[in-house]
C-alpha cells in the first residue's frame, strides 16, 4: 500500500506547479528560447507531467501478478502463442488483443507478458493524462479526482477495459465537437480490444442531445419498469455480454438479491444537485456540460434501477458515463460566482474523495474482483505457475 500512498501523494504534489493556459500575450511574458511562444510556466507544464506519466507508468509496468486478471491475462496470453496450423485456442479476448500479444511474442522469441502489459500501461496512462489535460477547464482538480477516486489503480486490474475506458474520455472532445468519424474510428478501433465500447456509440450520441421534457418522462418510465421486467432485461442484457449466459451472475441477475452501490448513488445524486442548482448559468446551452449532465442522469438511473444486473454488469455500463464526473464537477465549481463558497466547495470534494481513497485502498484494493494489493513488482517477485504448467 505504501507504493500506492507515495505515488499519490507525488502526483499531487506535482500537481500544484501546474498552470494551465499561461500563454501571456504581453511582450515580456517571460518566453524561453528553447521553442518560439513557450513560456517558462508551459517548460514547467511539460516536466512535470512528464513526471507524472513516468510515474503512473512505472508502477503499473512494474507491477507483477498485481491485478484480479493478471494470470488469467498470463494464461490466456500462453494460449494465443500457442496457436498452431491444427489448434486454434479459445480465449474470452478480442481480436486486437490477440493480434498485439501474438505479435509482441514473436518478436521477443518468449513469452514476455510483462511487456504486453507494460504496451497497456504506456497507452493507458497517456489517453487519460491527454483526455483530461485537452478537456478539462481545472486540469488539477481533475487529475486529482483521477487518482482519489480509483480510475487510476483499478486500471492495474482490469487492464483492457481500461485501456477502452481511456479511449472513451479521449473520445469526448470529438463528439462535443461534432467530428463524428473521429470518433466512431476510435471507438471501433478501441472495441478490437474490449467490446463493450461499443455501447458509447449509443450511449453518448444519447447524453449529446437536447433532451426534451417527454424524454425524462419516457427515462423515469424506462426505469421504473425495471422493477416488473426484470427477467426479460436480464435476457438483453446477457445478449449483449454472452460471457453471462448460463452463469451464476444471470441466475441473480433474474433472481438474486440486489445489491445497491450506494456511494456511487450518493455520488451521482450530489453532482445531480449541484448541476440543477447551476443549470441556468453553467448547462443550459453549452453542448459539452449538457453531455455531461446527461451522462450523469443516465449513470444515476443505471445504479438505482439497473442494479439487479450485478455490479459486473452495471460497473462495465456506468464507468463510462461516471468518468465524466471528472471533468463535470470542475466545471461546476468553476461555475460558482462567489470565490469563498468555490472555496470551501472545492474543499469539500477533495475531502470527499479523500474519504473515497481510502476506503478504496482499505476494502476494494485487496478485495476478490480488484487484487491490486500486496503491490509485487518483476524486481523482486516471481511470477507463481500459470495453469498450463500445474495443470489445475
Not at 157 to 184: H, M, N, Q
Request: hydrophobic share 50%; charged share 15%; glycine share 6%.
Amino acid at each position: 500500500m505504501i507504493v500506492y500512498f507515495t505515488l499519490t501523494v507525488a502526483v499531487l504534489a506535482l500537481l500544484l506547479l501546474v498552470k494551465k493556459n499561461t500563454v501571456s500575450e504581453c511582450a515580456d511574458c517571460g518566453r524561453i528560447g528553447l521553442y518560439r511562444g513557450m513560456t517558462r510556466q508551459d517548460a514547467i507544464n511539460a516536466i512535470v507531467l512528464a513526471a507524472i506519466f513516468l510515474g503512473l507508468f512505472a508502477v503499473s509496468a512494474l507491477r507483477l501478478n498485481v491485478g484480479n486478471d493478471y494470470a488469467t491475462y498470463v494464461e490466456h496470453m500462453h494460449l494465443i502463442n500457442s496457436k498452431s496450423d491444427g489448434w486454434t485456442p479459445k480465449v474470452p479476448e478480442e481480436e486486437g488483443f490477440k493480434a498485439l500479444t501474438y505479435v509482441i511474442y514473436k518478436l521477443c522469441g518468449f513469452e514476455n507478458y510483462v511487456l504486453v502489459f507494460a504496451i497497456f500501461a504506456f497507452l493507458t496512462v497517456l489517453f487519460f493524462m491527454k483526455g483530461i489535460w485537452r478537456q478539462s477547464k481545472w486540469f488539477e482538480l481533475s487529475f486529482a479526482m483521477f487518482m482519489l477516486l480509483g480510475f487510476y489503480f483499478q486500471s492495474l486490474s482490469t487492464v483492457r477495459y481500461y485501456f477502452g475506458l481511456g479511449i472513451a474520455l479521449l473520445s469526448i472532445e470529438y463528439l462535443v465537437k461534432k467530428d463524428y468519424p473521429r470518433f466512431v474510428l476510435m471507438i471501433i478501433v478501441g472495441a478490437l480490444f474490449h467490446k463493450s465500447l461499443l455501447i458509447i456509440l449509443v450511449l453518448y450520441p444519447i447524453a449529446v442531445i437536447n433532451w426534451k421534457k417527454w424524454m425524462y418522462v419516457l427515462g423515469a418510465a424506462l426505469g421504473a419498469s425495471c422493477f416488473f421486467l426484470r427477467p426479460i432485461y436480464a435476457k438483453i442484457a446477457v445478449k449483449i455480454y454472452s460471457d453471462y449466459q448460463g452463469t451464476a451472475t444471470y441466475d441473480r441477475m433474474v433472481a438474486g438479491p440486489i445489491h445497491y452501490s450506494y456511494i456511487s448513488i450518493a455520488r451521482c445524486a450530489l453532482i445531480l444537485a449541484a448541476s440543477i442548482y447551476l443549470y441556468k448559468d453553467e448547462i443550459k446551452g453549452n453542448r459539452e456540460n449538457i453531455f455531461f449532465f446527461h451522462c450523469n442522469v443516465m449513470s444515476l438511473a443505471l445504479y438505482v434501477f439497473a442494479a439487479f444486473l450485478t455490479d459486473e454488469v452495471i460497473s462495465r455500463i456506468s464507468y463510462y458515463l461516471t468518468i465524466t464526473h471528472v471533468l463535470f464537477v470542475p466545471a461546476l465549481l468553476l461555475g460558482i460566482k462567489d470565490p469563498k463558497k468555490r472555496k470551501i466547495c472545492s474543499m469539500l470534494v477533495l475531502a470527499g474523495c479523500f474519504m473515497y481513497f481510502v476506503i478504496f485502498m482499505k476494502r476494494i484494493a485487496p478485495a476478490n474482483g480488484t487484487r491490486i494489493l500486496p503491490y509485487t513488482t518483476i524486481m523482486f517477485d516471481e511470477m507463481p505457475p500459470i495453469l498450463s504448467e500445474t495443470g489445475y
